[in-house]
T-cell receptor
Framework: NAGVTQTPKFQVLKTGQSMTLQCAQDMNHNSMYWYRQDPGMGLRLIYYSASEGTTDKGEVPNGYNVSRLNKREFSLRLESAAPSQTSVYFC???????????FGPGTRLTVL | RKEVEQDPGPFNVPEGATVAFNCTYSNSASQSFFWYRQDCRKEPKLLMSVYSSGNEDGRFTAQLNRASQYISLLIRDSKLSDSATYLCAVNTGFQKLVFGTGTRLLVSP
């Protein structure tokens, strides 16, 4: 089992460009999450999907959109990237929202 | 008050030492508690769950103190490879896990 996979691993964007971060899990988990991690700020939840077909905002949703494509896949879209979105983005999944989460390897995004 | 708080450290300890971290939480209704380890430029990895009765995994012991609303992680016989940031995670009662900002541990020879 690959666990949680994320693509791409690295990305550099110019201000105003758009992109989609992909995440997939093969653990048959119901819940999936997108976090960003910045120095000194810890993990901040952007959006989550408690189950297939549902999505909810987290702590820092502005500037992002998500799609729960199916049970396995949960994508994060930046419509118009800004330098403030330079960060490391982690996707995670869990059997349910109150269970332990398992993380993907992350995407390092730089917005110039 | 933050929902979950950790001392950022760093905790500098020599090899072989015993070190303990605490993590306090604000919601008394919290039900699930976890410790994660995060190496530099890597993803957080689940270290252990924290049960009401406490639990031990080799050199690592996790405990829950509901009365004072904190969890702890004890590492015995520290190894160089234990150097990392340790994150706690707490289910706050509103279903989602909330992560602390982490405690950095540096183990020196």
């Amino acid at each position: 089992n690959a666990g949680v996979t994320q693509t791409p691993k690295f990305q550099v964007l110019k201000t105003g460009q758009s992109m989609t971060l992909q995440c997939a899990q093969d653990m048959n988990h119901n819940s999936m999450y997108w976090y960003r991690q910045d120095p000194g700020m810890g993990l901040r939840l952007i959006y989550y999907s408690a189950s297939e077909g549902t999505t909810d905002k987290g702590e820092v949703p502005n500037g992002y959109n998500v799609s729960r494509l199916n049970k396995r896949e949960f994508s994060l879209r930046l419509e118009s990237a800004a330098p403030s979105q330079t960060s490391v983005y982690f996707c995670a999944s869990s059997p349910g929202v109150s269970n332990e989460q398992f993380f993907g390897p992350g995407t390092r995004l730089t917005v110039l | 008050r933050k929902e979950v708080e950790q001392d950022p450290g760093p905790f500098n300890v020599p090899e072989g030492a015993t070190v303990a971290f605490n993590c306090t939480y604000s919601n008394s209704a919290s039900q699930s508690f976890f410790w994660y380890r995060q190496d530099c430029r890597k993803e957080p990895k689940l270290l252990m769950s924290v049960y009401s009765s406490g639990n031990e995994d080799g050199r690592f012991t996790a405990q829950l103190n509901r009365a004072s609303q904190y969890i702890s992680l004890l590492i015995r016989d520290s190894k160089l490879s234990d150097s990392a940031t340790y994150l706690c995670a707490v289910n706050t009662g509103f279903q989602k896990l909330v992560f602390g900002t982490g405690t950095r541990l540096l183990v020196s020879p």
